[in-house]
C-alpha cells in the first residue's frame, strides 16, 4: 500500500503564490526516487486534469494552463514531491491531487483545497 498526504492548499489573492507538498509513505518508501510523481487538479463541475509531471530523474512536463506559473519538484531523501504556484489566477481554484503510478495501479492523495479569490 501507498499513502498520500497533501498540505499547503488554502485561501489565497489572485497573483500570489502557494506552495504545495505531498509526502509519500508505504510500499514505495525505499524506492520513491524510480517513480514519476504527478499533480492534478479538479475543479467543480469539471473532470479531474493532469497538473504537472515530474520523472524519476527530474525532468517536467506542465499543461499549457500553467507553464511558466507552476513549477514540480521532488525530494526523494523527504519522499516528498512539491508543486510552487505563482501567478495565481481564479481559474486555478480546485482541489488539488498527488498521483503515482505504482505497481499497476494508480494511488491517490485526499486532496488540497485551493482558492484563490479577492
Known amino acids: 500500500q501507498v499513502q498520500l498526504v497533501e498540505s499547503g492548499g488554502g485561501l489565497v489573492q489572485p497573483g500570489g503564490s502557494l506552495r504545495l507538498s505531498c509526502a509519500a509513505s508505504?510500499?514505495?518508501?525505499?524506492?520513491?526516487?524510480?517513480?514519476?510523481m504527478n499533480w492534478y487538479r479538479q475543479a467543480p463541475g469539471k473532470e479531474r486534469e493532469l497538473v504537472a509531471v515530474?520523472?524519476?530523474?527530474?525532468?517536467?512536463n506542465y499543461a499549457d494552463s500553467v507553464k511558466g506559473r507552476f513549477a514540480i519538484s521532488r525530494d526523494n531523501a523527504k519522499k516528498t514531491v512539491y508543486l510552487q504556484m505563482n501567478s495565481l489566477k481564479p481559474e486555478d481554484t480546485a482541489v488539488y491531487y498527488c498521483?503515482?503510478?505504482?505497481?499497476?495501479?494508480?494511488?491517490w492523495g485526499q486532496g488540497t483545497q485551493v482558492t484563490v479569490s479577492s
Open positions: 508505504g510500499s514505495i518508501s525505499g524506492i520513491f526516487s524510480i517513480y514519476p
Open positions: 498521483n503515482v503510478p505504482y505497481n499497476g495501479r494508480h494511488y
Open positions: 515530474i520523472s524519476s530523474g527530474g525532468g517536467t
